[in-house]
């Protein structure tokens, strides 16, 4: 199954609307958007004359000093306009030598080219506060997914607790090997389960080489397809695993090749970047195309 990711870091409501409503009617099961987005995500979905109940509406929530959750900054007495971070940003986020926080993913592309060290980062903290106002507000929400590219294992774990005190419906815990041995992601699952046994369900998204699927290249994908084949050999059921971060076209090629069949794949940079220049028609070609390739090899 297929499931978009528009940005945890990504409040630009048009470009988000736009992109719903593109892979909605392209196939799309799930969407996963920022706190600041759930409102958007369902007039997108409304104003194409699709059912919401047809779609699972996720929110993301970074754990403090995950990367999803930071934003850039350029230093404006280092910065000797080269220009390099602007053609790099895959969000278009920087103009004039600043950087929009509402289009920035934090995804640390533009520092990668930056020769000057003129870009730092900083965490934006009021995500879990939105996340309440969802709740109040009634909004359909299926599932939050809670960041936690971070290395602290019992943080984690407290953060899940705190989470499923005040949702009891779909929970996702996105983790990435960066941060935690492949046996430490296993504690945190196994301890997870035990939280979430009164929510509705539990996923695990594997993040391999996070917001670089960009990249369109065989070794962007290769890192969470091998977390997932880990994780499928430590006994995870493959039906909970989603794998994110890197992925492009080949990620369910690779899966099918090791006979990993996971529940889903995520597609974020992969999926936002490769339709921002084509037009009406061929957007919705690729997305159906690339909807179709994330159902597996009985489908490509
Ligand atoms: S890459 Fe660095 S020096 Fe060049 S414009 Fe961007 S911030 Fe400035
Ligand atoms: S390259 Fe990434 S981190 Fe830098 S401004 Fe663009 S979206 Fe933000």
């Not at 997108?44 to 779609?55: K, M, V």
């Not at 009891?168 to 997870?192: H, M, N, P, W």
Request: aromatic content about 8%.
């Amino acid at each position: 199954m297929f499931k978009l990711i528009c940005g945890l870091g990504n409040s630009d409501l048009e470009n988000i609307k736009a992109l719903v409503k593109l892979y909605a009617k392209a196939g799309a099961w799930m969407f996963d958007v920022s706190p600041f987005a759930l409102g958007v995500l369902n007039e997108a979905i409304i104003e194409e004359n699709l059912n919401p109940n047809d779609y699972k509406y996720c929110i993301s929530i970074p754990i403090q000093g995950d990367i999803h959750g930071k934003k850039a900054k350029i230093l404006q007495q280092k910065c000797k306009k080269c220009a390099k971070c602007i053609i790099k940003c895959p969000q278009n986020a920087i103009v004039d030598f600043t950087v929009n926080e509402n289009k920035c993913i934090g995804c640390g592309i533009c520092r990668r080219f930056c020769s000057f060290d003129a870009i730092k980062f900083y965490d934006k903290t009021d995500y879990y506060e939105q996340f309440k106002k969802n709740i109040k507000s009634n909004l359909k929400l299926d599932c939050v997914e809670l960041h936690a590219c971070i290395s602290d294992k019992n943080l984690v774990l407290k953060k899940i607790k705190k989470l499923c005190k005040k949702f009891k419906g779909e929970i996702s815990l996105c983790v990435s090997r960066k941060y935690f041995s492949t046996q430490d992601v296993l504690y945190i699952i196994k301890k997870a389960e035990e939280i979430t046994k009164e929510n509705k369900a539990f996923y695990i998204q594997a993040d391999g080489n996070s917001m670089n699927g960009a990249n369109k290249e065989l070794s962007s994908t290769i890192e969470c397809v091998a977390f997932a084949l880990a994780l499928k050999n430590l006994g995870i059921n493959e039906k909970r695993i989603i794998l994110s971060g890197g992925t492009n076209e080949y990620t369910r090629k690779l899966c099918d090749k090791l006979s990993i069949n996971p529940l889903a794949v995520a597609f974020g940079t992969y999926a936002r970047k490769s339709v921002s220049d084509l037009d009406k028609t061929d957007a919705f070609n690729f997305a159906k195309k690339l909807v179709k390739n994330a159902s597996g090899a009985e489908n490509v």
